[in-house]
């Protein structure tokens, strides 16, 4: 079994890897941000801060875009387009597909986001502004992308390419809004309103806790404890959604 | 022992927005028995990528089951001697000839000091052993079909299923996959494939099954199935110089010498054959005009347009069960 | 059939150790969500750079922004935990939100009203409204908003009135600034002027509640500014003839009035010669 993650995970990198779309977003997010120099201009006194939330931004955006729009091409139009069938008719669990598809992503986005990571922080080094906590930020951007691609996956499982797009980005922008829910929660007076809000608070990806860009672009010390449940609440959802994404995938009809 | 066994499997179809069932097979019983070659023959729409995806373990069905080599279908490991090249395939355009062999290969759990000898061999079976460097995207149809072959035959498989193998291939193409699919059976192989080019079939089959709309209507060696049919004439085509009129059989056309002559029983033929054994006459080919599977095929098919009461019946049906199906 | 539905159930312990798993990461999440509140820094939203640059950066949504920054504001400071809230009030509402959009005409007022009747100063709204009013002259509200403010917390009443006026400048204007205006130019002590206002406003109005309190306050000013009058007659005639008149009606010869005026009531002032005070005899109807 491992060995046939270990292939589908090498094939779907070589696939990204041969894929226009990847390059095409990763120059443009390497061109926008060696661009922040040049929007700093447009401030007066803080262009450091400038300089790094727009790069940490254009990182974040376009790594969300990468795990998302490469998350759909590589599964769900594979699925979509019969790629798939002699896959499946070989002697492997359809989870294994799942995980070696995920495992393939991951991979790519490593490379993407180090990428990025790099040339930003060789630019803030150049500036001479550079900053360790920066690296921490991009990091946890990174984990981040995991999250999204494993919601990715599961989407592209269930339905077309274009529906499942959409969904994954619908959750993401829903997984950075989760904060308000609480606000909501103080508002709503009826009970079970605070227990519909207090469900989904917990059960929707909560893809703020892997924010640290406002702390970080400040110096703010960042508690070892943010970092800590965040890397394990990461474990245990996205391998919840994984699963899930399994267990859809093993009863799926391949028209 | 049977390879592949389908027992009363019944497979429907819903669209998400209607509540109506598409029956696309129903109660179909099957069995491949081993080292045959089987043909699995009938209309667009029949559903016969419908049997062989729930065959592989693809599609689920609503009832019966489904066993190869005396496992469930829906179990991965029953697929492990088995290869499959689905119609029309699609596969990853980016990868090389070579590289897609491999990668399949490795998905088999072969290793690599033999694993590269493998591919190698099989590139050289299926006569792309020179482009094995060049990415699929670049292929023809002809040679897509030929690394697809090539794929099915990665692990050695005992069953082969192919799905329309010989669609869109020029007659050399057809001709090279006909001479595959014996090489297989003369290696002990079985080798299922479904088709609707019916003179192929007669020619490599050992036994045929005939799907029209979702039920068999017909199963058994080529011959059985036509058993009985004896040639109702033969169409002699000759060339006579001489005067003397044909001694039987009637002239269908005729073009300066050569003549087309219809003769009715074999009594006549015969005679006819005897009376050219002469100067100046010339026997080009004897023809039986006997009943092929396409003329049963089209007597089963056009046999169940009579219209019957009920909703599900029908040319509106028929359309929508083509549609859906297979 | 029985077959396949079972096989079709396997799927379940997959999906439920999935379910399990989301479960568990929920409890991650409370205590990641308890770090955070321990150690709850400064707000993030301190840091923004400048609304100018926000509004560029934000590609055309920058309404949408602002309401958004607009409903946080609102929930920040409805969070009474937050002690040092009002740190960055001008920062936040004057600097980026109403930079992004000047023409939120909410976010001026609440701001206004949080700077003044929570955070005690008056002054910084009065400088947030001042902005408002200059983009968007139309928005009689944001001056009346300021004159009220004037009049009810630093009972500036000359200002206050300087802001009822430019309020009346506006084509839509709720006609209750009017009174508003009228009053405010009393308080700030120009009777005359006040009383020319309601006078104006007793014949311009169609409405017969307004009418009356116009009439109410034309009353209660007559009275006020004929008292005076007599009073400073009186007191001239005092010291020019030496003694108190002895009539009200002495003044007109002297040329000090050119008439005697009545009350509103019609009936004469009451005139009390020994001490030389001039009365009135009826009730003021706004008892002031």
New interface residues.
């Given amino acids: 079994m491992p060995?046939?993650i270990l292939?589908?995970a090498l094939?779907t990198f070589?696939?990204a890897i041969?894929?226009r779309i990847l390059y095409l977003l990763l120059a443009f997010a390497v061109a926008l941000i060696l661009c922040a120099r040049a929007l700093s201009l447009?401030?007066?006194g803080?262009e450091e801060?400038?300089i790094k939330?727009f790069g940490l931004a254009t990182i974040d955006v376009f790594g969300v875009l990468t795990a998302v729009l490469l998350g759909i091409s590589l599964v769900s139009r594979e699925i979509e387009?019969?790629?798939v069938?002699?896959?499946?008719?070989?002697?492997?669990?359809r989870?294994e597909f799942v995980i070696g598809k995920y495992c393939g992503l991951v991979l790519t986005l490593l490379v993407n986001t180090a990428v990025m990571g790099l040339s930003f922080f060789g630019l803030l080094l150049a500036l001479g502004i550079a900053d360790r906590a920066i690296l921490l930020a991009v990091v946890m951007l990174f984990l981040q992308f995991l999250l999204i691609t494993a919601l990715a996956i599961l989407f592209s499982c269930l339905s077309n390419p274009i529906v499942s797009c959409m969904l994954t980005l619908a959750l993401y922008v829903i997984g950075h809004l989760l904060w308000?829910f609480d606000?909501l929660k103080a508002r709503i007076t009826s009970e079970a309103g605070r227990a519909i809000c207090t469900l989904l608070?917990?059960?929707l990806p909560?893809l703020g806790?892997f924010d640290i860009k406002?702390?970080v672009?400040?110096g703010?010390p960042v508690?070892a404890?943010?970092i800590g449940?965040?890397v394990?609440?990461l474990a245990?959802?996205g391998?919840?959604?994984l699963?899930?994404a399994?267990?859809?995938f093993?009863?799926k009809?391949?028209? | 022992m049977a390879v592949l066994d389908l027992s009363e499997v019944s497979k429907s179809?819903r669209t998400h927005l209607s509540v109506r069932r598409y029956w696309i097979l129903r109660d179909l019983s099957l069995s491949v028995r081993e080292g045959e070659i089987f043909g699995f023959i009938g209309p667009n729409g029949a559903g016969k990528t419908t049997t062989i995806?729930l065959a592989?373990?693809?599609?689920?069905p609503d009832g019966g089951t489904v066993e190869l080599f005396g496992q469930e279908a829906s179990r991965?490991?029953?697929?492990?001697h088995?290869g499959?090249?689905?119609e029309n395939?699609?596969?990853?355009d980016?990868?090389t000839g070579f590289?897609f062999l491999d990668?399949?290969a490795?998905?088999?759990?072969i290793r690599s000091p033999g694993r590269r000898r493998r591919v190698l061999d099989l590139l050289e079976r299926v006569g792309l052993a020179n482009r094995a460097d060049r990415q699929l995207r670049l292929y023809s149809k002809g040679m897509l079909q030929r690394i697809?072959l090539a794929?099915a035959l990665v692990n050695d498989p005992r069953l082969v299923i192919l799905d329309e193998p010989m669609s869109g291939l020029d007659p050399i193409g057809r001709r090279e996959v006909r001479d595959l699919i014996l090489d297989l059976k003369a290696s002990g192989r079985t080798v299922f494939f479904s088709t609707h080019i019916l003179s192929d079939t007669e020619m490599i089959c050992d036994r045929v099954g005939m799907l029209v709309k979702g039920s068999l209507k017909a199963v058994g060696a080529v011959e059985d199935l036509l058993h009985g049919e004896t040639p109702p004439y033969w169409e002699v085509a000759l060339r006579w110089q001489g005067r003397e009129a044909l001694p039987c059989g009637r002239v269908v056309s005729c073009r300066e010498d050569r003549l087309l002559v219809r003769v009715e029983s074999r009594p006549d033929l015969h005679r006819l054959l005897a009376f050219l054994d002469r100067p100046g006459a010339t026997l080009v080919s004897v023809a039986p005009a006997r009943r092929s599977l396409e003329d049963l095929l089209l007597r089963e098919v056009r046999g169940d347009v009579v219209p019957a009461a009920g909703p599900e019946s029908g040319p509106q049906a028929e359309e929508e069960g083509m549609r859906h199906a297979g | 059939m029985k077959r396949a539905r079972a096989a079709?159930t396997?799927?379940?312990p997959?999906?439920a150790?999935?379910?399990?798993?989301?479960l568990?990461?929920?409890l991650?999440?409370?205590?990641?969500d308890a770090?955070?509140r321990a150690?709850e820094?400064p707000s993030?939203l301190l840091?923004l750079?400048?609304g100018r640059?926000l509004k560029?950066v934000s590609l055309g949504f920058d309404p949408i922004l602002a309401d958004a920054l607009y409903l946080w504001s609102i929930?920040y400071y409805s969070n009474y935990r937050i002690e040092d809230r009002y740190s960055n009030l001008e920062h936040i509402y004057k600097d980026i939100i109403t930079e992004i959009d000047p023409h939120h005409l909410d976010a001026y007022l609440t701001g206004a009203l949080i700077m003044s009747a929570e955070a005690r100063r008056p002054d910084l709204a009065l400088a947030l409204l001042d902005k408002g009013i200059e983009r968007n002259p139309g928005a009689w509200i944001l001056a009346f908003d300021a004159g009220y403010l004037c009049y009810q917390d630093l009972r500036d009443y000359a200002r206050a009135g300087a802001y009822f006026e430019k309020a009346l400048r506006a084509p839509d204007v709720h006609p209750q600034v009017r009174r508003f205006s009228a009053e405010m130019t009393n308080r700030a002590g120009d009777r005359r002027a006040s009383l020319k206002e309601w006078v104006a406003i007793h014949q311009t109005s169609p409405d017969d509640y307004v009418r009356t309190i116009a009439w109410n306050h034309v009353h209660d000013l007559k009275v006020q500014i004929d008292l005076e009058d007599l009073t400073f007659a009186v007191a001239a005639y005092r010291s020019r003839a030496g003694r108190l008149p002895r009539r009200l009606d002495d003044l007109v010869p002297a040329g000090l009035v050119s008439s005697v005026p009545l009350d509103p009531e019609e009936r004469p002032y009451e005139y009390e010669p020994v001490a030389g005070r001039v009365a009135y005899g009826g009730s003021r109807v706004l008892g002031r």
């Fill in positions: 060995g046939r292939a589908i094939n070589r696939e041969r894929n447009m401030t007066v803080s801060k400038i939330d387009r019969r790629t069938l002699v896959l499946l008719a070989k002697p492997m669990h989870a308000s606000l608070y917990y059960t909560n806790n406002g702390q672009v400040h703010l508690p404890g943010v449940w965040a394990l609440y245990l959802y391998t919840g959604v699963l899930l399994c267990a859809v093993r009863r009809e391949l028209q | 179809y995806k592989l373990g693809l599609l689920f991965p490991e029953a697929r492990r088995v499959f090249l689905p395939p699609y596969f990853y980016y990868l590289e990668f399949h490795r998905l088999f759990g697809g794929q | 079709r396997a799927g379940a997959l999906a150790t999935a379910g399990g798993l989301i568990l990461a929920a991650m999440q409370m205590r990641l770090v955070v150690g820094g993030p840091y750079p400048s640059y560029v929930q």
